[in-house]
Structures are given as structure tokens and as C-alpha cells.
Nanobody, 121 residues
Framework: QVQLVESGGGLVQAGGSLRLSCAASGRFFGIDAMDWYRQSPGKQRELVATITSAGTTNYADSVKGRFTISRDNAKTTMYLQMNSLKPEDTAVYYC???????????????WGQGTQVTVSS
């Protein structure tokens, strides 16, 4: 069983910072791309940032220069450092990852349960 668990969400004032973590556990032998998504009430889930197994990163225009995505050396934990937070960053943040699992020919996608980030003005 593979699992992704997010942590680090909370309430912060505009201009503040938060660091989200996403830890993978279970039976797998590798992880390809990992992503952070977010969803606000009444809006579609949107891609915030992506990091490949090689460390290549991409960001949504709305967070470029403010958010930084990273992975640990074992590449099983992903982080999102969020600086200069704005009220419009308020959302539930989800991590997603493509796992390589023994006996499965193609990578399998899993999602975390989400963590709430609220930015007050």
C-alpha cells in the first residue's frame, strides 16, 4: 500500500511564510514526478508546482518567485516553501506523485489527503 501524507498547513497573515511537506510511504521502488496542486472553494484544482526525479522544476505563473518546490535526497519527501503569501493563495493543497511499483508496468498516481492553507489579509 502506497500513501502520501501532507503536513504544514495552517493560518498565516498576508506576507508570511509556510512550508508544506509531503511524505511518501509504502511498497514502491521509485517515484517519478511529484506535484503540488491546490483547490479553492468553487474553483477547479490547479497545478502549483512540479518537480521531476531529476530535479527539474516548473511553477504556475501565479506563484513564480514566491514558492519553491524541492525533494529530499531520498526523493521520497517533497516540500513547498511558500513565501510572500497572499489571500488568494488560500486553498487546500494536495500532493500528487507517480510511483513505480513492482509488478506494475506503468507508473501509478497517488494523491495525498490535502492540507488547508489560509492566508488572512
Amino acid at each position: 500500500q502506497v500513501q502520501l501524507v501532507e503536513s504544514g498547513g495552517g493560518l498565516v497573515q498576508a506576507g508570511g511564510s509556510l512550508r508544506l511537506s509531503c511524505a511518501a510511504s509504502g511498497r514502491f521502488f521509485g517515484i517519478d514526478a511529484m506535484d503540488w496542486y491546490r483547490q479553492s472553494p468553487g474553483k477547479q484544482r490547479e497545478l502549483v508546482a512540479t518537480i521531476t526525479s531529476a530535479g527539474t522544476t516548473n511553477y504556475a505563473d501565479s506563484v513564480k518567485g514566491r514558492f519553491t518546490i524541492s525533494r529530499d535526497n531520498a526523493k521520497t519527501t517533497m516540500y513547498l516553501q511558500m513565501n510572500s503569501l497572499k489571500p488568494e493563495d488560500t486553498a487546500v493543497y494536495y500532493c500528487r506523485a507517480d510511483f513505480r511499483i513492482a509488478g506494475v508496468a506503468i507508473p501509478t498516481t497517488y494523491w495525498g489527503q490535502g492540507t488547508q492553507v489560509t492566508v488572512s489579509s
